[in-house]
């Protein structure tokens, strides 16, 4: 649109587009004509011109009443070293422009009078804590000071800076020392030494405003979380056409971004291109070979981006590329995670295999032995899992913190606790350790009954005594995941307190409790689908199961929870009937 010397009228999405804008209420025809949602309208005041001379600042300054109550800002609402008189008044809510996530940033290197430190991510190398984070800057502290300096009750940050802090103190946890974990941690100081313009602060932009967008109340925010999507996309396939910035740690963070995005975005085709956008990550970690491990970002990112491929695989029955000591034989970690991360990628592969091995049409002396032999393998993958949680430091150990009696079956669907024991653990990286190792037992139960299936084709599997044994086993398995969930959406026993060591925080906002966030949500997706998914959870369980995957859509915004919701499979009795009709296939040919 034109500039006419006066702010325009528009709507939100009309003003990005840059065309005139009908300004039709409560929403405008010319985003109803294109089938988009329309944002909505600027307030009335922030279309009023204002006399920003010093001058006049100092005659209004002077003239409010100094008995009017003021409140504190976050640090997240205004950049460092900028005053909130010297703001620029106008709400800007551009989808190209990308200062907030620079504002945001400042904001939170900004020396505040607080008494927590968190460690230096301008130096991420840095083992000692030396930069201090506050909630209320020392811009806000000097306001308060003042008598005389009032904020305004309609002041209000731009939207776009919203979602930023909002995506930061949800789903991004940075670590306190060596041996905790965070989520995310790698993207603070990447983003602090990125240029504006650059594919990592265009995903990171995209990402925060879907997750806000996600939120109830800002649901119109969505066409302009998929235009930056769009945009962020664009730059990373340019990116990828030089051979050097295709290999730097800000291209892989901002591909494992737009991951992110579709794993908490309602599109329908999420779920695919959440698996593409990992499988383009897993592409650049190979490119960029055993040197990436050199600092804690390259550490950071490699192990984020082999977690979810685990899960992409076990899902897919995939198997995995380059190999299980490729992704482990250099990766820098504890013993324990490094033997739960083996035997995880084991499972990947087991699973592949299990496909062709299981779909083989006769019964002969070398087919049989060959399913035999499968299952053998499962069967010791499953003990090596044993073993590993046996030799388990005692702080891994989780903890019976209270038992729930009956609840109404009505209400099963949206109680926090499963009747039965809840367990409590040191810490929720933990808590999903042992989840995904749960998650993981269950699909290696399932190769056992689908090869038992295949070499008993004449039988019914469910009458044999491994059937039997594993039906036992699984609901051993789903029982723990159930009674770990509370913990993640932050349960809390009315009657006892456990000490639960949280040794991450979020960058941005006041609160520092970590469970009920959009992060749980993130950890607790794949163990709650694979529990309420098996063959073996009971009737209420898979109703209260399910009912937690609605609630990690509807109030933590992960979206790819609606998805699973609707996929039909139930295992393995589904893998076994297609097992019997691929080999029904295969005969006919």
Same mark, same amino acid.
């Given at each position: 649109m034109v500039n006419t010397g006066k702010p325009s009228k528009g709507c939100y999405l009309c003003r990005e587009r840059r065309i005139k804008c009908d300004e039709g209420k409560p929403s405008c025809m010319r985003c109803q004509k294109s089938k988009r949602e329309c944002p909505g309208y600027r307030d009335e005041f922030e279309l009023k011109p204002r006399d920003q001379t010093r001058a006049t600042k100092r005659k209004t300054s002077t003239s409010f009443d100094i008995n009017v109550p003021t409140f504190t800002i976050d640090s997240c609402s205004h950049q460092s070293g900028q005053s909130i008189n010297d703001r620029p008044t106008k709400r800007r809510m551009s989808t190209s422009y990308n200062g907030t996530i620079h504002g945001t940033m400042n904001s939170i290197k900004t020396t505040a009078t607080n008494s927590f430190y968190v460690s230096s991510y301008i130096d991420f190398d840095s083992p000692e804590p030396v930069m201090p984070i506050s909630p209320v800057s020392d811009i806000d502290n000097e306001l308060l000071r003042s008598p005389k300096t009032v904020i305004p009750r309609h002041f209000s940050p731009p939207i776009d800076q919203q979602a930023t802090c909002f995506f930061l103190s949800n789903f991004v946890l940075l670590p306190r020392g060596t041996a905790a974990k965070g989520n995310l941690d790698f993207l603070i100081p990447l983003v602090c030494d990125s240029s504006r313009e650059t594919s990592l602060v265009l995903a990171l932009n995209a990402v925060a405003l879907v997750a806000l967008a996600n939120q109830p109340n800002f649901r119109k925010l969505l066409p302009l979380a998929d235009s930056q999507y769009v945009t962020a996309l664009n730059q990373v396939n340019k990116d990828l056409q030089d051979a050097s910035k295709a290999k730097e740690n800000a291209t892989l963070a901002a591909v494992f971004l737009l991951s992110f995005y579709e794993q908490i975005s309602s599109h329908p085709m999420s779920l695919s291109g959440w698996q593409s956008h990992i499988n383009g990550a897993v592409a650049l970690v190979k490119a960029r070979g055993k040197s990436q491990l050199d600092t804690k970002i390259g550490r950071s990112l490699f192990d984020a981006v082999r977690t979810h491929m685990t899960v992409e695989c076990i899902s897919r029955s995939k198997d995995v590329k380059e190999g299980i000591d490729w992704w482990t034989s250099f990766a820098s970690e504890d013993k324990v995670q490094h033997e739960v991360s083996v035997l995880n990628l084991k499972v990947a592969d =087991? &699973?592949?295999?299990?496909?062709?091995?299981?779909? @083989?049409?006769?019964?002969? *002396?070398?087919?049989?032995? #060959? /399913?035999?032999?499968?299952?053998?393998?499962?069967?010791?993958?499953?003990?090596?899992?044993?073993?590993?949680?046996?030799?388990?430091?005692?702080?891994?150990?989780?903890?019976?913190?209270?038992?729930?009696?009956?609840?109404?079956?009505?209400?099963?669907?949206?109680?926090?606790?499963?009747?039965?024991?809840?367990?409590?653990?040191?810490?929720?990286?933990?808590?999903?350790?042992?989840?995904?190792?749960?998650?993981?037992?269950?699909?290696?139960?399932?190769?056992? =009954? &689908?090869?038992?299936?295949?070499?008993?084709?004449? @039988?019914?599997?469910?009458? *044999?005594?491994?059937?039997? #044994? /594993?039906?036992?086993?699984?609901?051993?398995?789903?029982?723990?995941?159930?009674?770990?969930?509370?913990?993640?959406?932050?349960?809390?026993?009315?009657?006892?307190?456990?000490?639960?060591?949280?040794?991450?925080?979020?960058?941005?906002?006041?609160d520092s409790k970590i469970s009920g966030k959009g992060v749980t949500g993130v950890w607790a997706i794949w163990p709650v689908f694979a529990a309420a998914a098996s063959d073996f959870a009971t009737s209420s369980q898979r109703l209260w199961l399910r009912g937690r995957l609605k609630y990690i859509a509807e109030h933590l915004g992960i979206r790819q929870a609606e998805m699973l919701l609707q996929l039909p499979t139930r295992y393995p009795s589904t893998f076994i009937y297609r097992d019997k009709v691929n080999i029904e296939n295969l005969k006919r040919t």
């Amino acid at each position: 649109m034109v500039n006419t010397g006066k702010p325009s009228k528009g709507c939100y999405l009309c003003r990005e587009r840059r065309i005139k804008c009908d300004e039709g209420k409560p929403s405008c025809m010319r985003c109803q004509k294109s089938k988009r949602e329309c944002p909505g309208y600027r307030d009335e005041f922030e279309l009023k011109p204002r006399d920003q001379t010093r001058a006049t600042k100092r005659k209004t300054s002077t003239s409010f009443d100094i008995n009017v109550p003021t409140f504190t800002i976050d640090s997240c609402s205004h950049q460092s070293g900028q005053s909130i008189n010297d703001r620029p008044t106008k709400r800007r809510m551009s989808t190209s422009y990308n200062g907030t996530i620079h504002g945001t940033m400042n904001s939170i290197k900004t020396t505040a009078t607080n008494s927590f430190y968190v460690s230096s991510y301008i130096d991420f190398d840095s083992p000692e804590p030396v930069m201090p984070i506050s909630p209320v800057s020392d811009i806000d502290n000097e306001l308060l000071r003042s008598p005389k300096t009032v904020i305004p009750r309609h002041f209000s940050p731009p939207i776009d800076q919203q979602a930023t802090c909002f995506f930061l103190s949800n789903f991004v946890l940075l670590p306190r020392g060596t041996a905790a974990k965070g989520n995310l941690d790698f993207l603070i100081p990447l983003v602090c030494d990125s240029s504006r313009e650059t594919s990592l602060v265009l995903a990171l932009n995209a990402v925060a405003l879907v997750a806000l967008a996600n939120q109830p109340n800002f649901r119109k925010l969505l066409p302009l979380a998929d235009s930056q999507y769009v945009t962020a996309l664009n730059q990373v396939n340019k990116d990828l056409q030089d051979a050097s910035k295709a290999k730097e740690n800000a291209t892989l963070a901002a591909v494992f971004l737009l991951s992110f995005y579709e794993q908490i975005s309602s599109h329908p085709m999420s779920l695919s291109g959440w698996q593409s956008h990992i499988n383009g990550a897993v592409a650049l970690v190979k490119a960029r070979g055993k040197s990436q491990l050199d600092t804690k970002i390259g550490r950071s990112l490699f192990d984020a981006v082999r977690t979810h491929m685990t899960v992409e695989c076990i899902s897919r029955s995939k198997d995995v590329k380059e190999g299980i000591d490729w992704w482990t034989s250099f990766a820098s970690e504890d013993k324990v995670q490094h033997e739960v991360s083996v035997l995880n990628l084991k499972v990947a592969d =087991l &699973r592949a295999e299990t496909h062709k091995i299981c779909t @083989l049409e006769g019964h002969t *002396t070398d087919n049989i032995e #060959k /399913v035999l032999n499968h299952m053998r393998k499962a069967e010791q993958i499953e003990k090596e899992y044993v073993a590993w949680y046996t030799n388990l430091p005692e702080e891994w150990t989780p903890k019976m913190a209270a038992w729930i009696d009956d609840v109404a079956e009505r209400n099963l669907e949206s109680t926090a606790c499963y009747p039965g024991r809840v367990d409590v653990y040191g810490e929720l990286w933990m808590a999903t350790t042992h989840n995904i190792v749960r998650a993981s037992k269950l699909f290696i139960l399932t190769t056992i =009954l &689908r090869c038992t299936a295949w070499i008993t084709a004449d @039988l019914d599997y469910k009458l *044999t005594p491994e059937y039997v #044994k /594993v039906s036992r086993q699984a609901s051993v398995l789903i029982e723990d995941i159930v009674s770990s969930i509370p913990f993640f959406f932050g349960w809390k026993s009315p009657d006892t307190e456990f000490p639960i060591s949280e040794n991450s925080y979020f960058p941005c906002g006041n609160d520092s409790k970590i469970s009920g966030k959009g992060v749980t949500g993130v950890w607790a997706i794949w163990p709650v689908f694979a529990a309420a998914a098996s063959d073996f959870a009971t009737s209420s369980q898979r109703l209260w199961l399910r009912g937690r995957l609605k609630y990690i859509a509807e109030h933590l915004g992960i979206r790819q929870a609606e998805m699973l919701l609707q996929l039909p499979t139930r295992y393995p009795s589904t893998f076994i009937y297609r097992d019997k009709v691929n080999i029904e296939n295969l005969k006919r040919t």
